[in-house]
């Protein structure tokens, strides 16, 4: 392939995947520096784009990418306040931990948000491919290079924890084993 072809696929692809590495980089930095990331993360996409061997991975190849760039920010961040509110259309994760999280849903998403960024690195980053990317765990398995079986384990182990974080101490949380035999 020559430099224009690859120019132009690099140009065709990139844009489709642009709105996911966006909410992966705001789940994981904050909206506030998310773009300035995935526009990194597009550069070093572009500079490395003749090592992609394969153009059908580049949607878990580009979030890898993006991963690492924010993994690098908060290394560099650390200590800068994390209170910012998780992007509006993002609500799936707080109706997944089925929490009363306070008295708005802005609220519940500064809840949530602090939660998340309280999470370890491996666990925040399988939450953010998951519902912020929308990657299942095959995808997040090739992104991280890791099988799919642990990405499965990881995201249960991080919503285990979000609930407990986010449920009121005077309530008892609800486990995954609760519901599975019925209990309340």
């Known amino acids: 392939m020559g430099v224009s072809e690859g120019a132009d696929l690099f140009a065709a692809i990139v844009p489709t995947h642009a709105a996911a590495m966006l909410r992966v980089a705001a789940a994981l930095l904050g909206p506030a520096d998310a773009e300035d990331a995935v526009q990194e993360a597009a550069m070093r996409a572009w500079q490395a784009w003749a090592t992609l061997r394969d153009v059908g991975a580049a949607r ?25 509110p998780l992007p509006d259309e993002d609500v799936t994760l707080l109706a997944l931990l089925d929490t009363e999280l306070g008295a708005s ?10 939660a998340i960024s309280a999470l370890p690195v491996g666990l925040r980053v399988v939450v953010a491919l998951r519902y912020y990317a929308g990657l299942d765990a095959t995808e997040i398995g090739a992104a991280l290079g890791i099988p799919a079986g642990t990405v499965r384990s990881r995201l249960h182990r991080a919503l285990e924890q979000l609930r407990e974080r986010l449920t009121p101490p005077d309530t008892t949380p609800v486990t995954t084993r609760d519901r599975t035999e019925g209990r309340p």
């Open 60 to 84: 878990p190849w580009l979030l890898q990418i993006t991963v690492n760039v924010c993994r690098q920010w908060r290394r560099g961040l650390k200590g800068r306040a994390q209170s910012q």
């Open 105 to 114: 849903d802005h609220t519940g998403a500064l809840d949530l948000r602090a």
